[in-house]
């Protein structure tokens, strides 16, 4: 009997592998279905809930707006800072991770310590600063700050990694030295995408400063936790409509011009 090889296998049947795969995935989300134990009943129950709580967030309270936009400019002042130190902070430890710059060993440190960051979640970082610093936006913005190198150096050193290596090479020819390299070689390809995700971050952070105000650490987040607590929903909904309303002109403005940047 002749045998054929897996790679015969694959090219004599090409739609096998396409359906191994589409099997495996089927079987991977049967599997999470299974553990997350939906029942259906209890769905189908609940919608009369749902329905009675957003009835009660309507109509909005508009007597509260001056303290919704009082909330809403903390929370992007958090935002700002809050971003900015990470993308600073950021920088660096992108660098040492990366595979065509740094040595084997400072990778293995920097990853480390990037898998260790985005692992703490927003949440706990404002809980860990707000009993540092007390209730209030220094809390917020050191927490975003800290969640932000966690996904900001990760995005720089793909930026880095992705830079073309005969520029770099024709650099070296010349008798370029590794700040010249760097400063005209590494940083011209990596500024348009590493700006924009910096502006996808304070997009990001916005909202995530929106939820630390949960844990007391200032912004429009603490505002909107408030009235629920003291299930005033109707100027919760009037938060809610003004943080949708800034955060779309922010994702406009941004995206705008990060087109523009990618264009240069």
Known sequence: MKKFSSSQIFHRYPWFMPSLVCLLMIGIYIWALQGLKVDLKLLKDSWPFITDFIYRLFPPNLQVLDIAI???IET?????WGTSIGAVLSLPIAIASSNNIAPLWLRWIANILQNAVRSVPSIILGLIFVAATGLGAPAGTLALSIYT??????????AIESVDYHS???LQVIGASKIQIAQYGILPQILPLGLGYTLWMFEYNIRAASVLGVVGAGGIGFQLKSYIDGFEYTKATTMMLVLLVVVTVIDWFSSK???YLESI
């Open 149 to 158: 190198i966690g996904y900001l150096a990760k995005f720089y050193q793909q």
């Open 168 to 170: 770099l090479e024709s």
């Open 257 to 259: 011009l990060r087109r």
């Open 76 to 80: 992007v002042q958090m935002s700002v």
């Open 70 to 72: 009082k909330g809403l």
